[in-house]
């Protein structure tokens, strides 16, 4: 009976003209649901949730929690660049992320496979080259449509779109501030999830004639020669996009390339990057950058190794220092959400130390900064929050890909991660050098694909990680991080039988161990 109930509540709370007949024949169920705690409370309210940014995880808690019934509002705004770089409703990763990395990325590929096929008999001719101009014109049309699809969806699940700049008042009050007014919303539930943007370093004129990945997918020019100042991956995948597109590359490396990755793998990165032409400015810190007659940007740096001071000029100077949660725009401290050193929002399941405000995505301290991940944080939150369900976010053995070109993706802990957490001795790492199938004609060298499996060594080996550098390398480590997260064990991958001949076979042949010292180069591809 009580199930049955409740069940009829909840059909009722999402036809809302009913709640009122309901909850007088059911009272004492008002209170023993989350979806009707809502209603019972918030009648005062604008919102039960107002979420505060309009990217990935954002719009998911938005969408989900609206056909859950409840009455849903986004507030987003996009402050311009330094740049004047700007755009709409979806967030980074949509306007100036992985979307438009990806087509980029998509664009050396082919560049690179225009070459290989007259390996294969295509007569394909010579001198041909890229037009920076279609490529950033095809890829902000397509930005465009996407964003407009978006504010379709909110419109079609009863989402309000609020263009305007958001900041607590109090807990239950969010001041929007927008182009024409200033006015106070108030809701239930509030969801942070403002996301980040890039760094700058601290010298002169950085921010006056520097760019950053904010910008650089919508330049109107063709960006020349290049020095990206980061060797993170979002500076690796624009510099191995801009190298092979044609234009004159380098990255300054402060430290070390992909800090906080498995550091073998990073050098196999780096090293096909330098194989095909980028510069890498090794333990190099910014000094100075001025704007010279020509139009050109001056750039000098420092060089932590032979102590001195080096300069160049160049067309285009990009920060690629990481980035910084906006949230210091929020005035959290009115409220009293507790933030790191870092301005990240510390939070247990999403729920920040005030009950009402939560946060996904990049605002987080310590969580994948993915946009899948913050998808599906807030997608959970909002079943939680309004569907009466318990199911948590899993922020463990996430998978994730660099789209350098010649790619890395990897799932689960590091050679590093797992040696500090289990003891060198416990575990046993597999690895692999390997042949792609279509480097053979096209006489590609392959010295850089590489892959390695990093598990525990008792029992049937459970796999910790998996790592792999070469072609296709997200579509493959997409599957193999469902196989870890049922706890895949080197017995059972290597009694799987490959597919033959693609690359994602290569994990199944693994048989040579470091511990071992044998060559892990094979003598042919089908080895």
């Known amino acids: ?59 998911a808690a938005a969408k989900e929690a609206a056909g859950l019934g409840a009455k849903v509002a986004v507030v987003d705004y996009v402050t311009p660049t330094p740049f004047g770089t700007t755009w709409g409703l979806g967030g980074t990763c949509v306007n100036v992320g992985c979307i438009p990395k990806k087509l980029m990325h998509q664009a050396a590929l082919l560049g690179e496979a225009i070459s290989d096929a007259k390996s294969f008999g295509w007569n394909v001719g010579t001198g041909f080259k890229h037009d920076w101009e279609s490529l950033r014109n ?14 379709v969806e909110l419109r079609d699940k009863n989402v309000k779109y609020i263009n305007g700049l958001g900041r607590f008042v109090d807990q239950n009050t969010l001041q929007v501030t927008s182009k024409q007014e200033r006015y106070n919303l108030t809701s239930q539930y509030f969801l942070i999830a403002v996301g980040g943007r890039p760094k700058y370093p601290d010298i002169k004129d950085a921010v006056a004639y520097g760019i950053t990945s904010d910008d650089l997918f919508s330049l109107e020019k063709p960006p020349g020669k290049t020095v990206i100042i980061g060797a993170g991956y979002i500076g690796l995948e624009c510099a191995g996009v801009l190298n092979v597109l044609g234009y004159d590359t380098t990255v300054m490396v402060r430290s070390v390339p992909l800090r906080g990755f498995d550091q073998q793998m990073a050098k196999v990165v780096t090293s096909e990057m330098a194989s095909k032409g980028v510069k890498f400015l090794q333990k190099s810190v910014p000094k100075s950058i001025k704007k010279l007659n020509s139009g050109e940007l001056k750039l000098e740096w420092f060089n932590n190794c032979n102590k001195q ?40 399941n999403e729920q920040t130390n005030i009950p009402n ?62 040696s500090e957490k289990y003891g060198e001795d416990n575990i046993e790492v597999y690895h692999s050098f390997f042949k792609p199938a279509e480097y053979l004609i096209a006489k590609k060298s392959a010295e850089n694909c590489y892959l390695k499996v990093i598990a525990l060594r008792n029992d049937d080996q459970k796999v910790l990680g998996m790592h792999f550098i070469g072609p296709q390398a997200g579509e493959i480590i997409q599957g193999f991080s469902t196989a870890i997260k049922c706890n895949l064990t080197v017995i059972a991958l290597v009694n799987t039988i490959g597919i033959h001949p693609t690359l ?5 042949k693994i048989k040579i161990t470091k511990r071992s010292g044998k060559n892990p180069v094979p003598a042919s591809c089908c080895s």
């Open 1 to 59: 009976m009580t199930l049955i109930c409740r069940q009829l509540l909840k059909s009722c709370y999402q036809k809302s003209q009913y709640l009122p007949t309901m909850k007088r024949i059911f009272p004492k169920f008002a209170v023993q649901t989350n979806w009707l705690t809502v209603i019972s409370q918030n009648h005062n309210y604008d919102y039960d949730l107002l979420v505060i940014g309009g990217g990935s995880g954002g719009l």
């Open 357 to 418: 405000i939560f946060a996904v995505g990049d605002v987080l301290h310590q969580k994948p900064e993915l946009s899948p991940v913050a998808i599906s944080a807030g997608r959970l939150l909002s079943r939680r929050i309004f569907g009466n369900m318990k199911e948590t976010m899993d922020y463990q053995n996430v998978a994730t890909t660099i789209f350098t070109p010649l790619e890395y993706g990897f799932v689960g802990l590091s050679e590093e991660s797992a």
């Open 138 to 151: 095809a890829i902000q049309a397509h930005i465009k449509s996407v964003n407009w699809v978006t504010r």
């Open 309 to 348: 001071v080096f300069s160049d000029t160049f067309d285009t100077v990009m920060f690629a220092l990481g980035r910084k949660a906006l949230t210091k725009e929020l005035n959290l401290d009115k409220v009293g959400v507790l933030v790191s050193e870092e301005n990240k929002i510390l939070a247990h």
């Open 504 to 508: 994602a076979q290569e994990f199944t």
